[in-house]
């Protein structure tokens, strides 16, 4: 059986507990152990530049314990903190659910906006975009003006992101929506069947992906 490590940057134990439910079922389902861990010493949320930088070094070393115990792993932020640093130094296979769930979305030549928690996140989102040159399918980003633990525990937070896809939906077009957080991961069923369009959850697209290639 193959072994995933999922690594929320952030010290949010709530946004991991969510994660964790996805992927109760793949030991059976997919024969693979699939574990989410926070990492204590990161903030609450990742959500500026400042929070990146701190939290890249973080995830390189959680990577390095860890390397004995698992096959692959999934850096579960939508900024993906420490991404290409660890991919130059271990030859582990490591995701990070931003460049991995747009790689999809091009294979698949879908048309796809993003759900972001604040205005300053659309701007970095979209340089990083252009920097892996996968802006093609790009439609858009809309705000949701939220922080991480809103995201997982906001009594509103289903219908903002409702409202945040349709609009991405009507006026830009979007064949499918990409959750911009992992704390969104819970709502993304729910959302599918009242949106009517593929609604993708970035950590498990991530997951899923790793496990076709291992």
């Known amino acids: 059986m193959h072994k995933i490590l999922v690594i929320n940057p ?4 709530d946004v991991t507990l969510k994660l964790s439910d996805i992927f109760c079922d793949y030991t059976i ?12 010493e990161g903030p609450f949320g990742v959500e ?6 701190h939290v890249s070094p973080l995830v390189l070393k959680k990577i390095k314990n860890e390397l004995p115990n698992y096959d692959a792993f999934v850096i579960a932020c939508y900024s993906d903190p420490g991404l290409s640093d660890s991919k130059l130094t271990f030859s582990v296979p490591i ?3 931003h460049e991995t769930t747009v790689k999809f979305c ?16 659309i701007k970095r989102h979209f340089e990083y975009l ?3 040159n996968l802006s093609s399918y790009y439609v858009g980003e809309v705000s949701i003006n939220m922080d991480v633990n809103e995201a997982v525990n906001g009594e509103n937070t289903t219908m903002k992101i409702y409202n945040a896809s349709k609009n991405l939906i009507h006026n830009e077009k979007a064949e499918a929506i990409i959750l911009g ?7 993304r069923e729910s959302l599918e069947k009242k949106l009517g369009v593929k609604v993708l959850d970035p950590v ?9 290639n291992l």
Do not use: P
């Open 106 to 121: 091009h294979y698949k030549k879908i048309k796809f906006g993003v759900i972001a928690l604040g205005e300053e996140s």
């Open 130 to 132: 252009r920097k892996l």
């Open 95 to 97: 995701y990070g659910i």
């Open 48 to 53: 500026s530049d400042e929070d990146i930088h």
């Open 204 to 212: 498990q697209t991530s997951v899923d992906c790793a496990i076709m």
């Open 29 to 40: 389902s997919k024969n693979t152990k699939v574990d989410c861990i926070s990492i204590k």
């Open 181 to 187: 957080c992992a704390g969104m991961a819970k709502y």
């Open 10 to 13: 952030n010290s949010n134990e």
